[in-house]
């Protein structure tokens, strides 16, 4: 009885901890999305209060809540500093995506933070979208982690097929149509197999690292990630909602064309897209109109549309435009859906077709010798 304990205990050690770390890295970009709703929450009761936000912070930090966590506690003691808020979370960049911290910078320029609140409340929708991405993510993890796909393909291709052609040279018998087939194949199959990992293990350690990781990237290693980010369909209609966004409400404030569309590219945190934003605001200089200024905004023509039809009153270009952001979000979670499901399928189905190639290229090469021997 103690045996079996024993032996029942060591097996669900395992599991157990493979479990906790699914459950911890499918659930991060939910924990990161619930922490900028936190501090957005923050912000706006600072403001229904008509306190500024650093000094309600660090009236809140003064109550010593553990529940407040660490992030909000490394925030209040750079405020503490002299820090504005903008500065001060770029110093603890886990309490929110960085296009967070760029809009509150924009409404920290323009004096109002309430200004930018709906812009950032547009952020809060997409940690479920790549939360299910994740678990696509894990699954294709675990048919990689494999051992029989991961090692015996390619042991089959260098070691295997080649003693079974020099035996059947031996024995003076010709290697079947279907060998050759087969030896022909594998690399080609281990050649896209590879490539879908890689994809895989791209978008996974992405998702994983979080936006601390990625701006590290983009700074250090790969300074041409926000335009390529920019290429990736679903970045790039999310970067178009957050900049419609922010630029609707900047021009519902009142704000002159050019200063509005400059203060709403960089609130993507893109530079890729504040590019296009001073392309946009030489387009205004030459004489063009907002609408047509910003076509390279969006290849659809929609956007422009909108913008063409929404009124000029207080407050009309936001609701004239929620539609579109809608539909941007909608549509971004469906592409970002897509892409991992196919990769996942995609390496599923290489998988099994890697394991029936090489059962058919052994089993076929032992029928052959069998049948010669029998002969």
């Not at 909000?72 to 603890?92: N, P």
């Not at 290693?221 to 900049?243: G, T």
């Not at 704000?255 to 890729?272: F, H, I």
Request: glycine share 8%; hydrophobic share 50%.
């Amino acid at each position: 009885m103690t045996s079996l304990t024993a032996s029942i205990f060591l097996w669900a050690l395992p599991v157990t901890a493979l479990a906790a770390v699914a459950y911890y890295l499918t659930s991060r970009p939910l924990r990161r999305e619930e922490r900028a709703r936190f501090l957005l929450e923050l912000i706006q009761s600072a403001l229904d209060q008509g306190q500024p936000v650093e000094r309600y912070i660090l009236s809140l930090a003064q109550t010593r809540d553990g529940s407040l966590g660490t992030r909000f506690y490394l925030l209040a003691a750079h405020l503490e500093q002299g820090r504005s808020l903008a500065a001060a979370l770029q110093k603890v960049p886990g309490l929110g995506p960085p296009q967070l911290v760029a809009m509150l910078g924009v409404g920290e320029s323009l004096g109002d933070y309430g200004r930018v609140l709906p812009a950032c409340r547009e952020l809060l929708h997409d940690g479920l979208s790549e939360s299910r991405a994740l678990i696509n993510y894990q699954v294709g993890f675990a048919f990689l982690l494999n051992p029989v796909i991961a090692l015996a393909l390619p042991f089959v291709a260098m070691k295997v097929a080649p003693i079974f052609k020099e035996i059947s040279r031996s024995m003076g018998l010709h290697p079947s149509r279907q060998f050759a087939f087969i030896v022909h194949l594998l690399p080609w199959v281990c050649v896209l197999q590879l490539l879908l990992v890689l994809a895989l293990y791209f978008f996974a350690v992405l998702f994983l690292g979080g936006p601390r990781f990625v701006s590290w990237l983009e700074a250090s290693l790969l300074p041409a990630a926000d335009w390529i980010w920019l290429r990736v369909p679903w970045r790039r209609k999310r970067l178009q909602r957050d900049f419609s966004a922010m630029l609707a409400l900047l021009l519902d404030a009142g704000l002159p064309e050019e200063q509005a569309v400059t203060l709403a590219a960089r609130g993507t945190a893109n530079a890729a897209f504040i590019g296009l934003g001073r392309a946009a605001v030489e387009r205004l200089r030459a004489g063009m109109s907002l609408p047509d200024a910003l076509q390279c905004m969006d290849d659809t023509g929609e956007f422009c549309w909108r913008l063409k039809n929404a009124g000029h009153g207080a407050g009309r270009f936001f609701q004239a435009l929620r539609g579109w952001h809608e539909w941007l979000h909608a549509r971004a979670y469906q592409q970002e859906q897509a892409a991992t499901q196919s990769i996942s399928t995609g390496l599923l189905l290489l998988n099994a077709a890697s394991v029936a190639l090489a059962a058919l290229l052994v089993l076929g090469s032992i029928a052959q010798l069998t049948a010669y021997e029998f002969r």
